[in-house]
Structure formats: C-alpha cells, structure tokens
C-alpha cells in the first residue's frame, strides 16, 4: 500500500501543478473581489498538499517496513476507480448527473467494500449535495442528459 500512496502522491502533485498553472489564466470577475481562478487555486493548494503529505507518508513507510507489494484486491479497486472516471468523462453529457453520479459513487463504495445501506445512503445523499451546491449555490449547471425534458 505504501508504494500507491507515494504514487498517487506524486501524481497529485502534478495534478495540482496543472490546476495551479490553469487557474493563473482564468479572467478577473468584473466588480468582485475574486476572479473566476480563486477556487481552482484554492483547490489546486489543497490537492497539493494532500500529494506531499500522501507521498512523503509512503517514502517514509518505505524506510521503516521495506517495501511490500500490493495485494491484488487493491489492483481491482485501482481499476474501478479509473473505469468509474472515464466512464463520467464519456457518458455524463448523454445521461446527465443525476443519474451517473449515484451509480459512479455507488461502484466506488463497492468496490471498497462497503456495506449496501450505507452505499445507497451515501451515493443518493451525496449526488444531492452536490447537485444542491453546484446548481443552486455556485449556480454552475451540471449535466442534465436525458432528464433535459424534465428541467
């Protein structure tokens, strides 16, 4: 487990690199105080973080206990996670948030084992909080697919 998390450490760190170098050219909001780039920079930070905590956990891991190799259940979970994502990049315009987001949420928490209720509580709740942020608070559209009719 220690050799992932310096690897998804690492590939935090880059990602928070491209969001950070991103969100210096987003435009300035005309008459507020922060411009469109303040929550990718904030976010960017905070992934940035998170890689550096993550991958000097697993370097220092590494020193103290050798290196273990990783169980094949974890390859499994691995694969899940990056099915989920592209899955979502391909299919949320089509079918829309609402309906994806429970499912892609719902494969994640099985895939690490977690038992059905707490899945079903947690996919639907949070796929409505989210929704409920985005679109009524921040006032950011997310796909509405073929619940289009609907809105």
Not at 94 to 106: T, V, Y
């Amino acid at each position: 487990m220690k050799r992932i998390d310096r690897g998804v450490g690492l590939a935090l760190v880059l990602l928070a690199a491209a969001v950070l170098w991103s969100a210096r050219s987003f435009p300035n909001v005309p008459g507020q105080k922060l411009g469109a780039g303040t929550l990718p920079t904030v976010v960017g930070a905070g992934l940035l973080l998170c890689g550096l905590v993550l991958a000097l956990r697993g370097w220092r891991s590494r020193e103290e206990a050798g290196a273990a190799p990783m169980a094949a259940e974890h390859y499994g979970s691995a694969f899940v996670i990056v099915v989920v994502i592209a899955l979502y990049l391909l299919a949320s315009e089509r079918l829309g948030f609402l309906l994806l987001a429970p499912l892609a949420l719902a494969a994640l928490f099985r895939a690490f084992r977690v038992g059905w209720l707490p899945t079903l509580c947690w996919a639907i709740g949070g796929t409505l909080v989210v929704h409920i942020a985005f679109y009524k608070l921040l006032r950011v559209p997310l796909p509405w697919g073929v619940l289009r009719p609907l809105y």
